[in-house]
C-alpha cells in the first residue's frame, strides 16, 4: 500500500512513518512546513503528487491550556484541516485514519469510556478535537476510521515520562498527580496498531474505536514506576491533587478509554501500560541523555 502520514514530524507521526517503514511499506511522512492541513489547495497538491491509498493524519494542533484562549486557531488545525483532508481524500479515492483523543469527553466517568459514549468536552482543545472527527465521518463516513488515544509518551517529543526522566537525572523530589486516572500509552505500539488498522479501513472497519495500552494509573503510579525502572527510590516522588497545579483547561479526572472494537477488528490485544513502559523506558532514556548538552 501506498501511505502518506500528515504530521510526521511528531511524537506518533514519527512513530507511524517508522511502523510503516518496517513493514516494509511505502510511505511519505509530510511534517507541517511541507504539507498544511488547513490549506484545500496544499492537501490536494499532496493527494496529486503522493497518490497514497491511505493517509494517516497526526497533524494537530496540542497545546491544550493555549487552545482555551486560541480556540479559532485551534479548530482550524483540528477541525478544519481533518475535514479538507476527508474531502480530499473522497475525491482522490484515497482512505483516511484520524487521531483524536481522550478529551472528546467529560472526564468525570467511573467506568471506561466505550466507543459509543456520547461526547462532552469540557475544554476548548476537546471541542476542536471533536469538530474534527465530526468532519471525518461526514465527508467520508465509509472509508474513514477515528482513533482516540490517550496519555500518549514515546521516543520522539516532549511527554511526562521524558519530564520523569529528567527529573529523577537532576536528584528531583517531584509533587505528581494523584487523583487524574487514564491509560499511559506508548506511542510506538499506537503506531503499530494503526499499521495493522490500515488495510481494514473501508473493508470492514470504519468509524471510531480507541487505542492505548491497557491497565489503569494515575499520573503519580506513572512517575514512580518511572523512577523505579530507573533504580531510584519511588518515594522521591509525593502525591497531591490536581488543585495544586492551575491550569486554563481542566484536566480530566478519568480518561480510560475502553478497548470493545478493536478486538472485533482483528487487531492484536492492547498489553499492559508497565509492560510497553518496561520496554520504551531505555530507548527514552537514551534519547533524553542523546539530546542532553
Given amino acids: ?68 484562549t486560541d480556540e479559532e486557531r485551534a479548530l482550524r488545525v483540528n477541525g478544519e484541516g481533518p475535514r479538507l483532508l476527508a474531502r480530499a481524500c473522497g475525491a482522490h479515492r484515497a482512505r483516511l485514519i484520524h487521531v483524536s483523543t481522550d478529551y472528546v469527553f467529560a472526564g468525570d466517568a467511573s467506568t471506561p469510556y466505550r466507543e459509543d459514549r456520547p461526547p462532552r468536552p469540557r475544554t476548548a482543545y476537546g471541542r476542536t478535537k471533536l469538530a474534527g472527527e465530526r468532519g471525518v465521518s461526514e465527508e467520508l463516513p465509509d472509508a474513514s476510521a477515528i482513533v482516540r488515544t490517550a496519555w500518549l509518551y514515546g521516543v520522539h517529543g516532549r511527554s511526562f515520562v521524558r519530564t520523569m526522566i529528567e527529573s529523577e537525572a537532576r536528584g528531583d523530589t517531584v509533587d ?19 499499521a495493522s488498522l490500515g488495510p481494514r479501513v473501508g473493508t470492514g472497519a470504519s468509524g471510531v474505536l480507541h487505542i492505548t495500552n491497557s491497565g489503569e494509573a494515575t499520573w503519580y503510579d506513572l512517575a514512580r514506576e518511572v523512577f523505579r525502572l530507573l533504580g531510584a527510590d ?16 481542566p484536566r480530566p479526572a478519568y480518561s480510560v478509554l475502553a478497548h470493545d472494537r478493536a478486538p472485533r477488528l482483528g487487531l ?3 498489553r499492559h501500560w508497565r509492560t510497553a513502559l518496561h520496554e520504551a523506558l531505555p530507548l527514552i532514556r537514551e534519547e533524553t541523555l542523546r539530546e542532553t548538552p
Fill in 234 to 249: 519511588p518515594d522521591r516522588v509525593r502525591p497531591v491533587t490536581g488543585e495544586t497545579f492551575r491550569r486554563a483547561a
Fill in 268 to 270: 492484536p490485544p492492547p
Fill in 1 to 68: 500500500m501506498r501511505w502518506l502520514v500528515t504530521g510526521a514530524g511528531g511524537m506518533l507521526g514519527r512513530d507511524t512513518v517508522e511502523a510503516l517503514l518496517a513493514r516494509g511499506e511505502q510511505v511519505t511522512g509530510l511534517g507541517h512546513a511541507a504539507l498544511d492541513i488547513t490549506s484545500a489547495d496544499a492537501v490536494d497538491r499532496a493527494l496529486t503528487t503522493h497518490h497514497p491509498e491511505l493517509v494517516v493524519n497526526c497533524a494537530a494542533y496540542t497545546a491544550v491550556d493555549d487552545a482555551e
Fill in 176 to 194: 505528581v498527580v494523584v487523583d487524574q486516572r487514564g491509560r499511559p500509552t506508548w506511542s510506538a505500539d499506537v503506531a503499530a496498531t494503526i
